[in-house]
């Protein structure tokens, strides 16, 4: 009765698969208490990579808030083309659960396919991405890419994760990166890296053991071997350019609170974060500086799949930093559609007032001989603000520079989440965007 390819077809009947949709059965069994949870239709997720993820348990009693929260959360892991959940009476009192999934089609989680990206200042950057999503039917990513910005620069990454290591609620993750610099800056005592290799390693250990209001605490540790062009004293009072070589170890961490109803494109709960990494040189001129960090986004939901996202982050650097560690501000992810390059610091603040509102889906599409395809639309609002300083005493009386803009966010098998934004300070010409991930 529950075997796989048993989930029931949400684009059979023309509805658009949202949390209304999916739960809609479940009303009498609200308050029933759970003998048993099923899943069904799982063809490459094991059974117990969906259930550790549900708040809902078995033994418990049917809640609809923790119901409508699985649902969101089963579909945002980015692994199904459907999720459903309904449930059918064993006893008196007593309900069985059943959570059917689609997984979504190999073609798109385990094979490589051409990324594309442009900036308004950087412009057009191109690669490709071999991720396999869900590796082993686990839950576990496993990702390589390449990507390279016309004749300026070009890099490749690699990386590793595993949310239950060992079966346990340990997150482990390793990654490493190569990046190399071809263009020299036109300022001929401009700093700059000109090459970079970094491997690192980092783990994550719940301090909670709620799934709804997660509290983690993430240490790393990484080696980053550098080559850059700095400028210098040559000892004799005179500043000069040289290219040198250096080694650093860096270790840090994060604390993270996370309550969010999704990972890809969330419309309800929280998530906060405070971290700190400090790099130290243990080969080459002997530097050592520190990145701190605070960060808070907040989804506040208006209704059915709609929600007003309130952002605000910090970053902050200290120590014997290159100039090419000075923050920027505008670009991608903080005060979109605003340029200054001249502008730099070592203090960062920047807000956000978003409003994320869906107007598609998630559609499913049976494709022949590849499987079911899904795809939702969310239509985005927003006003930036931010201000970069050399200090933090220096907040009050600095700055801030604002922008308005809207987009549209694609969410997708293939690169979960891409963003097109148009956005502007109204002092130029509107700046576009193209990008795959978001911080909001």
């Given at each position: 009765?529950?075997?796989?390819?048993?989930?029931?077809?949400?684009?059979?009947?023309?509805?658009?698969?949202?949390?209304?949709?999916?739960?809609?059965?479940?009303?009498?069994?609200y308050g029933c208490s759970i003998d048993t949870i099923v899943v069904a239709g799982n063809t490459r997720t094991k059974p117990a990579a969906i259930l550790r993820e549900m708040a809902t348990k078995r033994g418990s009693?049917?809640?609809?808030?923790?119901?409508?929260?699985?649902?969101?959360?089963?579909?945002?892991?980015?692994?199904?083309?459907?999720?459903?959940?309904?449930?059918?009476?064993?006893?008196?009192?007593?309900?069985r659960l059943i959570v059917s999934v689609v997984d979504r089609p190999g073609l798109f989680m385990r094979f490589p396919y051409p990324v594309v990206n442009y900036d308004f200042e950087k412009g057009l950057s191109y690669?490709?991405?071999?991720?396999?999503?869900?590796?082993?039917?686990?839950?576990?990513?496993?990702?390589?890419?390449?990507?390279?910005?016309?004749?300026?620069?070009?890099?490749?990454?690699?990386?590793?994760?595993?949310?239950?290591?060992?079966?346990?609620?340990?997150?482990?993750?390793?990654?490493?990166?190569?990046?190399?610099?071809?263009?020299?800056?036109?300022?001929?005592?401009?700093?700059?890296?000109?090459?970079?290799?970094?491997?690192?390693?980092?783990?994550?250990?719940?301090?909670?053991?709620?799934?709804?209001?997660?509290?983690?605490?993430?240490?790393?540790?990484?080696?980053?071997?550098?080559?850059?062009?700095?400028?210098?004293?040559?000892?004799?009072?005179?500043?000069?350019?040289?290219?040198?070589?250096?080694?650093?170890?860096?270790?840090?961490?994060?604390?993270?609170?996370?309550?969010?109803?999704?990972?890809?494109?969330?419309?309800?709960g929280a998530v906060a974060r405070l971290r700190i990494r400090r790099l130290s040189s243990v080969h080459g001129l002997e530097e050592s500086y520190i990145f701190y960090g605070a960060s808070g986004y907040f989804y506040?939901?208006?209704?059915?799949?709609?929600?007003?996202?309130?952002?605000?982050?910090?970053?902050?650097?200290?120590?014997?930093?290159?100039?090419?560690?000075?923050?920027?501000?505008?670009?991608?992810?903080?005060?979109?559609?605003?340029?200054?390059?001249?502008?730099?610091?070592?203090?960062?603040?920047?807000?956000?007032?978003?409003?994320?509102?869906?107007?598609?889906?998630?559609?499913?599409?049976?494709?022949?001989?590849?499987?079911?395809?899904?795809?939702?639309?969310?239509?985005?609002?927003?006003?930036?603000?931010?201000?970069?300083?050399?200090?933090?005493?220096?907040?009050?009386?600095?700055?801030?520079?604002?922008?308005?803009?809207?987009?549209?966010?694609?969410?997708?098998?293939?690169?979960?989440?891409?963003?097109?934004?148009?956005?502007?300070?109204?002092?130029?010409?509107?700046?576009?965007?193209?990008?795959?991930?978001?911080?909001?």
């Open positions: 009765m529950f075997g796989a390819g048993s989930a029931r077809s949400l684009a059979a009947d023309g509805s658009d698969g949202g949390i209304e949709e999916t739960c809609r059965n479940l009303g009498p069994y009693c049917l809640d609809e808030k923790l119901i409508r929260r699985d649902a969101a959360f089963l579909r945002g892991l980015g692994y199904f083309a459907e999720v459903s959940l309904d449930a059918e009476q064993s006893a008196p009192g007593v309900c690669g490709f991405t071999w991720k396999v999503k869900n590796f082993r039917g686990n839950a576990e990513n496993l990702s390589l890419s390449a990507i390279r910005r016309q004749e300026k620069e070009q890099g490749a990454g690699f990386s590793w994760s595993n949310p239950w290591f060992a079966g346990r609620r340990v997150r482990l993750g390793v990654d490493a990166g190569a990046y190399r610099r071809m263009e020299e800056p036109g300022d001929a005592n401009e700093e700059y890296v000109r090459e970079r290799v970094s491997a690192g390693v980092g783990v994550g250990v719940p301090l909670s053991r709620n799934l709804v209001r997660q509290i983690w605490f993430k240490p790393s540790v990484a080696f980053e071997a550098r080559g850059s062009r700095r400028v210098l004293s040559d000892g004799d009072g005179g500043i000069g350019t040289a290219y040198i070589r250096q080694n650093f170890l860096s270790a840090g961490g994060e604390i993270e609170y996370d309550s969010r109803s999704d990972r890809i494109s969330p419309f309800d506040i939901p208006v209704g059915d799949e709609r929600s007003f996202i309130v952002a605000v982050r910090s970053d902050v650097r200290e120590g014997d930093l290159p100039t090419y560690y000075d923050m920027r501000l505008g670009g991608v992810s903080d005060v979109r559609g605003y340029s200054n390059d001249g502008e730099r610091g070592r203090v960062k603040l920047v807000g956000t007032l978003q409003y994320r509102a869906r107007f598609l889906g998630p559609r499913v599409f049976r494709l022949p001989k590849i499987g079911e395809f899904d795809i939702a639309m969310n239509w985005t609002g927003f006003v930036d603000t931010g201000t970069l300083t050399d200090s933090m005493l220096d907040i009050d009386t600095s700055v801030f520079h604002s922008t308005v803009g809207f987009g549209i966010e694609i969410i997708s098998p293939l690169r979960d989440i891409m963003r097109l934004e148009l956005a502007s300070d109204g002092t130029g010409q509107p700046a576009f965007y193209l990008t795959a991930g978001t911080d909001f």
